[in-house]
């Protein structure tokens, strides 16, 4: 499932803790088995919201090791 379909929400993310207010950067990480669409739109979903307010902006991928 993706991002978006299981109900994974930037907004929520954003407001999950006070301190993250003023943040911009997040970082996301994927196991090999998640599908390259499912990065991107999970990326898409913590960048803006649904009007196009940025939540956070700077993305990072990280890679597990």
């Known amino acids: 499932r993706s991002a978006i379909t ?6 929520r993310l954003k407001n999950a803790n006070a301190s993250f207010k003023d943040e ?3 970082t996301i990480t994927a196991n090999p088995g998640i599908d390259y669409q499912t990065v991107i739109r999970t990326m898409d979903a913590v960048r803006r919201n649904a009007e196009g307010e940025e939540l956070f902006p700077d993305v990072h991928f990280g ?3």
């Open 24 to 26: 911009t950067q997040v």
């Open 63 to 65: 890679v597990p090791r």
């Open 6 to 11: 299981s109900g994974f929400n930037g907004v």
